[in-house]
């Protein structure tokens, strides 16, 4: 949501932020009021918003009820698929009067995610995982914007089961044997994956791991549900699917 306030050209507007909004730089000097899971309802209420946006996550329904009881406007959307991501991007910029820059953002996502698809689409698609963090091993699951993401980029993913980000032990990553590994645990780690994954025994077994294709993502775009979405892919793509020179 902090991306897309900014994207939209409506940053100065912003009066508070989770801890986890740091892109675009200018986001980090708006005051922080808690986590995604840990909203502070005490800070944001002294900020005095007029309006709270926020995706709809691990807080559930109560912010957005106590919000609303204060006579605050809310907006929690679901953002589980790239179309839903289009969809905010559109709907906020309406709610915050910049209706033309959103449907603009909208568009310019659908047409990146084309061009990705022209250049992918008739690729056999490459099994792979998405992992979020090693300690333990998570990874996107079915049903989640990151498992359409590695679809988008020309992927399969290995992970079918589980929920959205489920818990893998070495054993069932060994068993799922993916060709690809993506790590996206965002900077959470100093040691690049190919130290990461030795570090949990047997996993050097893995095919990825004998062909060398252990990838880091050089940015956060494919872990944010925002408007630089099509980037994300189309950096896994590039993983998945490299151009012969």
Avoid at 126 to 144: E, I, Q
Avoid at 180 to 198: F, Q
Avoid at 201 to 207: D, I, K, V
């Amino acid at each position: 949501m902090t991306e897309t306030v900014f994207a939209l050209g409506r940053g100065a507007w912003l009066v508070g932020r989770s801890r986890f909004c740091d892109y675009p730089k200018e986001a980090l000097a708006v005051p922080e009021v808690g986590g995604f899971a840990d909203p502070s309802l005490e800070k944001i209420l002294a900020l005095r918003p007029t309006l709270v946006c926020g995706e709809r996550g691990p807080a559930g329904p109560d912010l957005p009820a106590a919000l609303e009881r204060e006579h605050i406007a809310t907006y929690f959307p679901a953002l589980v698929g790239i179309a839903d991501i289009e969809a905010m991007i559109e709907e906020l910029g309406a709610k915050l009067d910049a209706r033309d820059r959103g449907k603009a953002i909208a568009d310019g996502v659908r047409d990146e995610l084309t061009a990705i698809h022209t250049r992918v689409g008739g690729a056999a698609p490459v099994r792979v995982v998405f992992l979020f963090d090693w300690k333990p091993l998570v990874a996107a699951g079915p049903k989640s914007f990151p498992d359409e993401v590695l679809t988008l980029a020309g992927g399969e993913n290995v992970v079918t089961s589980g929920g959205q980000y489920p818990r893998l032990g070495p054993e069932g990553l060994l068993a799922l044997d993916p060709e690809v590994v993506v790590d996206g645990s965002a900077g959470a780690y100093a040691e690049p994956p190919d130290v990461l994954l030795r570090q949990t025994p047997g996993l050097e077994a893995l095919r990825a791991a004998k062909s060398g294709r252990l990838y880091r993502l050089a940015s956060t775009a494919a872990l944010r549900p925002g408007p630089r979405i099509a980037q994300g892919v189309a950096e896994i793509a590039a993983f998945l699917h490299p151009v012969t020179p």
